[in-house]
Nanobody, 120 residues
Framework: QVQLVESGGGLVQAGGSLRLSCAAS????????MGWYRQAPGKQRELVAI???????NYAESVKGRFTISRDNAKNTVYLQMNNLKSEDTAVYYC??????????????WGQGTQVTVSS
């Protein structure tokens, strides 16, 4: 089993910044990618950003140029630096880890979520 512990959410004014962290622990084999998703009230969960084991990144169009995802492979930790935050970024942000074993089977894990609220 894998545990994902998120931190760094909170309340910030529009135009401000926050940095989210997510540390993975437990039975970790080979990680495909780690990333962040978010879910606003009444909306479906959506991809924010992911980063592969090789460092390739992918961002939602709405956050490109404002958010930066990074990763510390040695610590199995992923970060999301969020700058120039907008009210529409308000959501619960979830950390995600996707990994595979030798067979290969893939496994998907989610954190508990951390609230980000941007006041206008």
């Amino acid at each position: 089993q894998v545990q994902l512990v998120e931190s760094g959410g909170g309340l910030v004014q529009a135009g401000g910044s926050l940095r989210l962290s997510c540390a993975a622990s437990g039975t970790i084999f080979s990680i495909n990618h780690m990333g962040w998703y978010r879910q606003a009230p009444g909306k479906q969960r959506e991809l924010v950003a992911i980063i592969t084991n090789s460092g390739s990144t992918n961002y939602a169009e709405s956050v490109k140029g404002r958010f930066t995802i990074s990763r510390d492979n040695a610590k199995n930790t992923v970060y999301l630096q969020m700058n120039n935050l907008k009210s529409e970024d308000t959501a619960v942000y979830y950390c995600n880890l996707n990994q595979y074993d030798i067979y290969p089977h893939t496994y998907n894990y989610w954190g508990q979520g951390t609230q980000v609220t941007v006041s206008s």
